[in-house]
């Protein structure tokens, strides 16, 4: 159910007050009208802001929340002036007829980075919770017209040149809306990339690099630059976004070789998802592997650096404090004067990055010397050894102290205050 984040530091009446001010109904046209007369805000960056401060149902994407938000502001607004009260009313009536939506069918229709040469073998399907995803060749007939109808209208858009050796992929869900199925589907295959990515670059050589020419990803499989949204008979689907593209896509990769570099894959993904399905904070590790496979198909090295550091600091549980997310980090190694090293070095290539927005030639080394801690980390999670319940928990074991006369000082302190509390282990 809809509702007001709490904690922090919120005050929707102050944006609300705003949103009154350049926004009317008129009764004499039906109509709601915006105000576009205030070079200080506008519509738009007001509703984001609310957007920012509700949280909804997990069943109700960040897309749909932004429409249902307007939706309630027009409803809200039509009665009189809008109020915080008023405004979530509307906005969790709105929601509640969202979610009891029918569902339906729906196929996400795009190509993947797997060589489609005809004496390669296909990727293996596989089922991702409400996903079922199937890969070939080429799409099915019906399918691929269609497709292809769309790609016309989408090369004004994609400026690269479309693959024409990558495998197909479909992915079928079942949604409220074209929009939900094409963001689920997307989630479900971003998911099973994420793992297989993770797989390759933990079984290659992160030796840093350096590469001259057309910037390339570091995934090996990657998407096509156009996704497009189907009913489960090929067609198109009608009065809603039909096609989904890469931003960065730039140009094809060479094919991943599916007959020489599969089968380790396959087996690395067997355990990753075994273990995923112990572990008790298994989703925010699964969002994790997403943004993981996001940042490595960037192909602007910069932001993969960045996005890369951000997922040392959550799988450290030390958002902003750089000093833990190295000291937990380095935790891991037998030599940690060593890497603390580069961790720091890494650290200050991030912060002059952010801070006073200085380049270097070498953020595609820096980002495979990300990766290599990254890899590290996520596997610790997944082994999950000492049966940690949350990330948070791990951050703490990751964080005490490494010296073996510090670690005996806590142990007797700990055991002090076991015997004073009287504390029966």
């Given amino acids: 159910m809809a509702r007001w984040v709490d904690g922090k530091g919120f005050h929707p009446e102050n944006i609300i007050q705003k949103l009154n001010t350049i926004t ?3 009764s004499m046209d039906n109509k709601f009208h915006i105000d576009y007369g205030y070079p200080d805000y506008s519509y738009n960056g007001l509703v984001v802001v609310l957007a920012n401060m509700l949280h909804l149902s997990s069943e109700v994407s960040e897309v749909k929340k932004f429409d249902l938000l307007q939706q309630a502001i027009r409803l809200t607004r039509q009665e009189g002036d809008i109020t915080a009260v008023k405004l979530l ?5 709105a929601e509640n007829q969202y979610i009891e939506q029918p569902k339906h069918d729906f196929i996400l229709a795009t190509f993947i980075s797997a060589d489609a040469w005809f004496t390669q073998p296909k990727l293996e399907n596989r089922r991702i919770y409400n996903a079922t995803i199937t890969f070939g060749h080429k799409l099915p007939e019906k399918f691929q017209s269609t497709h292809n109808k769309i790609r016309e209208h989408a090369k004004r858009t994609i400026p690269g040149k479309f693959p024409d050796r990558y495998q197909a992929v479909r992915v079928r869900v079942s949604a409220r809306t074209a929009t939900e199925a094409a963001e689920s589907a997307l989630d479900r295959l971003d998911l099973l990339r994420a793992i297989w990515n993770f797989s390759i670059t933990r079984n290659s050589s992160l030796h840093p690099r350096t590469t001259s020419g057309i ?3 570091i995934n090996a499989l990657v998407l096509g630059p156009l996704q497009t949204i189907h009913k489960p008979n090929g067609e198109e689907v009608s009065d809603e976004t039909q096609w989904w593209y890469e931003p960065s896509y730039i140009a094809p990769i060479t094919p991943f070789d599916v007959e020489r570099n ?10 990753v998802r075994e273990r995923l399905s112990r572990l008790p904070y298994q989703i925010n590790l699964e969002n994790i592997f997403v943004r993981y496979v996001h940042a490595l198909d960037d192909t602007n090295w910069k932001n993969t650096f960045l996005a890369l550091w951000s997922i040392l600091e959550e799988l450290t549980n030390t958002t902003g404090n750089y000093e833990q997310t190295i000291k937990r980090t380095a935790f891991l190694y037998e030599d940690t004067a060593y ?20 380049s270097t030639i070498f953020f595609e080394t820096l980002s495979y010397q990300a990766i290599y801690y990254v890899n590290q980390l996520l596997e610790f999670h997944l082994v999950n050894h000492f049966k940690f319940e949350s990330l948070g928990a791990v951050a703490d074991f990751l964080g005490h102290a490494i010296d073996k006369d510090k670690l005996k000082m806590s142990f007797q302190l700990l055991k002090k205050v076991v015997k004073f509390r009287k504390v029966k282990l």
């Fill in 24 to 26: 009317s109904f008129s």
């Fill in 89 to 93: 009313g509307q906005l969790r009536k």
């Fill in 215 to 217: 910037r390339k990803p």
């Fill in 262 to 271: 599969s089968e380790r894959m396959y087996k690395d993904e067997k355990w």
């Fill in 339 to 358: 890497h603390m090293e580069i961790l720091n070095h890494l650290r200050r290539h991030r912060n002059d990055l952010i801070h006073e927005g200085s």
